[in-house]
């Protein structure tokens, strides 16, 4: 069963940075299209980060300049750096290949900015 395990959030002021990591059970993911999506609530899941094959990133304009996308294939791992973190950042953040896959979707991990 392949599994995508999200780790890294926490509770943190505005102004400050988490590191998120996302760790996949299968090797073959490092060939994937890795996304990481964030879902706030009463809002629909968005993907807000990108890394394609030969390190091509992309993001959503909310977060471009803040966050950074990036992957360590020897350690079948996607990380999500974020920087000067906004309260409208608070969400549960998922990694999922693009396009997703149902059956990807793990347990995702909480981000929430506040004072």
């Known amino acids: 069963q392949v599994q995508l395990v999200e780790s890294g959030g926490g509770l943190v002021q505005p102004g400050g940075s988490l590191r998120l990591a996302c760790v996949a059970s299968?090797?073959?993911?490092?060939?994937?299209?890795m996304g990481w999506y964030r879902q706030a609530p009463g809002n629909q899941r968005e993907l807000v980060a990108g890394?394609?094959?030969?390190?091509?990133?992309d993001y959503t304009d909310s977060v471009k300049g803040r966050f950074t996308v990036s992957r360590n294939s020897a350690k079948n791992t996607v990380y999500l750096e974020m920087n000067n973190l906004k309260p409208e950042d608070t969400a549960v953040y998922y990694c999922?290949?693009?396009?997703?896959?149902?059956?990807?979707w793990g347990q995702g991990t909480q981000v929430t900015v506040s004072s």
């Open positions: 999922n290949t693009i396009p997703d896959v149902r059956e990807y």
């Open positions: 890394i394609y094959s030969g390190g091509r990133t």
């Open positions: 299968r090797s073959s993911f490092r060939l994937s299209a």
